[in-house]
Structures are given as C-alpha cells and as structure tokens.
C-alpha cells in the first residue's frame, strides 16, 4: 500500500468513516485498513520516553527500585570505591 493510500485512510478515519465504510466505499481491504489505522494510533498513543530502546527502560525501572548493578551507582572498580 502507497504512503498516499495510508495518507488517504486516515483522513477518512479522522473525518468520521469507520474501517468499514473506508474499505467499502474506497476498495481497500479490510484488514489493510485495520492495520493502517492500528499503526497510525499507535504511534499517536506512544508515550514519549527519550529512551533508546527498551532494554534501557528495563534498567532504568530497576535503578529506580534500587536494584541496579554496582556500575549503576558509580561503583566500577574493588570495595572502597565511594
């Protein structure tokens, strides 16, 4: 499907058809609607964390809770590294 057919749905969407009447009066198929639309709320709905990727987050949640790693907290080296 071309970025102008995406482009297009969601106009439709937004101006108030639903996936049905998008796929019945335009000739799309259905499921391709649904997923254009799926994708497109999906990156509205998407929370906005600045972190690279998940597994970041993960640390960042378990820094948080107090069960980083040593590195974590500034501690690279032996005992005695305050």
């Not at 009066?25 to 999906?42: I, K, M, N, P, R």
């Not at 987050?57 to 005695?80: C, H, K, P, Q």
Request: proline letters at 1%; a negative charge; zero cysteines.
């Amino acid at each position: 499907m071309t970025n102008e057919n995406k482009e297009l749905i969601i106009r439709l969407y937004e101006q108030g058809l639903d996936t049905l009447d998008i796929s019945e009066q335009y000739g799309f198929d259905y499921s391709d609607v649904e997923a254009v639309l799926a994708e497109s709320l999906e990156r509205e709905d998407a929370p906005e964390d600045n972190f690279r990727d998940d597994v970041e987050a993960d640390a960042d949640v378990l820094r948080s809770a107090g069960m980083g790693t040593d590195e974590d907290y500034g501690s690279f080296g032996g005992y005695g590294d305050e």
